[in-house]
């Protein structure tokens, strides 16, 4: 029970960062960062989130379908796609 409870909040949150980097983009600004003059940021975000709801709903149909030991697919997925992220925002930078 605690690891339906676990995966649900981690859901929630990849849910809610993946909404949040959409409406960035939406809106144009993310802290400092413009993407009225940079593309490239702008689809670096775009791309991020669409992967980030697509990975909640996966995940959301693993936890109600599928074992429990299927749980690790949504964790590591969830996690290299920030890393990923993270990775090519921090190369964006320099």
């Known amino acids: 029970m605690l690891i339906y409870v676990v995966m649900i909040i981690f859901i929630f949150i990849l849910l809610l960062t993946g909404a949040?980097?959409?409406w960035s983009e939406r809106?144009?600004?993310f802290l400092?960062?413009?993407?009225?003059?940079?593309?490239?940021?702008s689809t670096l975000f775009t791309i991020t989130s669409v992967a980030l709801f697509v990975v909640?709903?996966?995940?959301?149909?693993?936890?109600?379908t599928l074992s429990k030991n299927y749980n690790f697919v949504t964790l590591i997925l969830g996690t290299l796609i920030i890393l990923f992220f993270s990775a090519s925002f921090n190369r964006y930078n320099k």
């Open 56 to 64: 909640s709903f996966l995940g959301i149909f693993i936890l109600f």
């Open 27 to 29: 809106h144009g600004q």
């Open 20 to 22: 949040y980097m959409l």
């Open 32 to 41: 400092i960062f413009n993407f009225s003059n940079d593309s490239k940021l």
